[in-house]
């Protein structure tokens, strides 16, 4: 399903006049993160790849179907590797020798990044499950609407991957451990998040990662406003509506997929969360009972 107002915000943000005005030279907060990513190839010995010029991969919009997906994950920028120039796959611009950028004009991009995980047109299922990120926001997503032990889901394939869930970020350009984030994300969030709120039909957006958590909540409480039902000062995991832009959604905050549960593996840690065991008593914010959380989330998205 294509919808003109989605496709318009895909073109603006893949289009982002912002990262002309760094190849110009002109003053941005983008700076650090369009100048990491000109210099990626380079200091990976691959600058065979982009030929006679410079290629960028072009912002992230989202990945998967944004109209239609039930939940929302939200982090702070994507990563980047070398598989997004080789495969040529991700859509990419070209940066010529006067440093102008030449936009990517390939009709192609709304379909792959809104059918980027769907039926291995894009994406194979051994490159989706081959991505730590990925992999586990399906295992979350897979175990949150599932009434079944973890043990019987996690790591399966999800037939209806990319049209259940889609993934965006406060900062769309690529970098590696959130390189230029920091200088970015006011400028990106200011210009892209409320359209991309408004056009997205998800009844819950679980926000991963300490940095797109305080975005958020400095967001939401800068003037005390948009909280429709808060249970006491408690952020975790359980769903809580805010009002955003006139739309009552739930949200959540987990970790990022990339972080450390001590030495505990996702699995590991989903299946304690599951039978109610304790863990990390130190520190207890990260404990949550599972089974409390699927009925809420399956109770909003109307799962029998």
Not at 11 to 36: M, R
Not at 147 to 155: D, F, G, L, M, Q
Not at 246 to 259: D, E, G, L, V
Request: charged share 25%; glycine share 2%.
């Amino acid at each position: 399903m294509e919808n003109k107002n989605s496709k318009e915000l895909l073109k603006n943000i893949i289009e982002c006049t912002n990262v002309n005005d760094v190849l110009s030279n002109k003053p941005s907060k983008c700076t650090a993160i369009v100048k990491y990513q000109l210099n990626f190839l380079k200091e990976r010995n691959k600058l065979e790849i982009s030929r006679n010029g410079k290629l960028l991969a072009v912002p992230e919009p989202w990945s998967g179907d944004i109209l239609n997906a039930k939940i929302m994950f939200l982090s702070s920028n994507p990563s980047i590797s070398i598989a997004d120039f080789e495969a040529d796959k991700y859509p990419l611009h070209y940066v010529n020798k006067q440093n102008h950028l030449l936009f990517n004009k390939e009709k192609k991009c709304y379909d792959f990044f809104t059918n980027r995980f769907q039926k291995e047109i894009y994406t194979t299922n051994e490159e989706f499950r081959a991505v730590p990120f990925w992999r586990t926001i399906e295992d979350w997503y897979m175990c949150l609407t599932s009434k079944k032990n973890p043990k019987e889901i996690i790591s399966k394939i999800n037939k209806y991957r990319g049209e259940d869930f889609v993934i965006t970020e406060l900062v769309h350009c690529k970098s590696k451990s959130e390189k230029g984030v920091e200088d970015a994300i006011d400028t990106c969030f200011d210009k892209w998040f409320k359209d991309v709120i408004q056009i997205c039909n998800a009844k819950i957006i679980i926000i991963l990662g300490a940095t797109c958590r305080n975005k958020i909540l400095k967001w939401l409480y800068s003037e005390k406003r948009n909280v429709v039902n808060r249970r006491g000062n408690y952020i975790g995991p359980y769903p809580e509506q805010y009002n955003l832009f006139n739309k009552n959604i739930q949200i959540i905050f987990f970790p990022h997929p990339s972080a450390h549960y001590g030495s505990t593996k996702l699995q590991s840690f989903i299946q304690r969360a599951y039978e109610n065991s304790f863990y990390g008593k130190e520190n207890k914010e990260r404990y949550f009972d599972l089974r409390k959380l699927q009925t809420c989330i399956q109770n909003i998205l109307n799962i029998d």
